[in-house]
Structure formats: C-alpha cells, structure tokens
C-alpha cells in the first residue's frame, strides 16, 4: 500500500465508510504518520488540520473507528476506509457528517446482530435457540415464513403483508449464517445478473 503524499501538503483525503452499511460517515484527512498509527493500531486517526496534530477520532467522545479494510484509489491519493462506528461519528451528534443513519443499510445491521448472537451463544436469544436446532429447521421455518407471505399477498391486509416479508427476512439471515454465507454474496449474484 503505497500513497501519495507530496501532491497536497504531506496531506490526502480520506473517506470513512460504515463497513455492514456502507454509508459515507465523514472525511477527514491524513499524513503519512497518521496513516501508520491507523494501520498499526486499527483505530482511525487523522491529521486535523485546525489543531495542527495527529487526532484519534473518538478520543474525547469515546466514538472510535474500529478499521475493517483499507484501500486506496488509482491515483493513490485517496484513502477509503471501511469501518465499525463504535456510536455516532458527527460532532453534531448525527450518526454521519452526511445525514443520519442510512435506513438502507439496516439489513446489514441486522445480519451483524444475528452473527453475533451465534457467535456469542446467546441463550436466551431466539435467534440462537433456533440456530442450535440445525439447518433443517431453519429450513423449515424459511419455509413457513415464505407461505405465509404468500397468503398475505392474496388478501388485502398491508400490515400482514409487510409483518410477514420482515419475517421472512430475519430467517432467511439465519438461514445465510447457518450456510456460512452473507447478505454481500447474494449481491454479487444478483450484480452479475443485472449486466
């Protein structure tokens, strides 16, 4: 990984991205000293330009950056890092510096919690009570859940309809996570598709 940086200062920019959404959290910019602490310790840190001094983001607030992945473009004067906001990323107090949380990328969180209760052995946590039952039954229960939103579909009851694709939904994340796959594999599929 090798950047960039005589063209602006010692300077270059640096895009942080919400690694399970994939929203644009904020900008912030880099020196070469900066990008070596990221790296080495896996929390984001920046060149503020205002305080003239290296600055962990989260260091007053608590609201680390845990790095997931780092790239850098063609030019190699770009950085873009993915990453796991410990809470809010905005001084404001919004979730990013471009808005609020990205509602799209809710699944994404939700396929994390699911993980998580798995990988924790949640006891009282349904996800993982199913889970333990095996793939059959999470089968099983993928398959319960697609009828029903079929039966909904044929009455008139949005509610219903929409309570059953949500279920559907959850399951079906068990279903990944039981088969060792990600919401991300099934994009790709459906990426190759659409070309």
């Known amino acids: 990984m090798k950047i960039n ?52 983001k989260g260091e007053e607030s608590g609201n680390f950056l845990t790095v997931k992945s780092i790239d850098i473009d063609c030019d190699q004067d770009t950085v873009l890092i993915k990453v796991i906001p410990k809470n809010v990323v905005c001084h404001t107090g919004s979730f990013s510096c471009f808005g609020g949380k990205s509602d799209k990328g809710f699944l994404y969180e939700l396929e994390e919690k699911i993980s998580q209760r798995i990988n924790d052995k949640i006891e009282e946590s349904y996800t993982y009570s199913l889970y333990q039952r095996g793939i059959n039954k999470i089968a099983q229960k993928v398959g319960e859940e697609a009828v029903e939103l079929v039966i909904e579909a044929k009455d008139n009851n949005d509610e219903l309809f929409k309570n059953e694709a949500a279920d ?28």
């Open 5 to 56: 940086f005589s063209k602006d200062n010692g300077l270059v920019p640096v895009i942080i991205q919400d690694n399970r959404t994939l929203q644009i959290l904020m900008l912030g910019y880099m020196n070469e000293e900066a990008f070596e602490k990221t790296k080495r310790e896996e929390i984001v840190t920046f060149f503020s330009r205002s305080k003239n001094r290296l600055w962990t």
């Open 168 to 195: 559907l939904l959850y399951h079906f994340l068990i279903l990944l996570k039981t088969k060792g796959f990600s919401l991300q594999n099934i994009e790709e599929i459906l990426q190759t598709r659409n070309k």
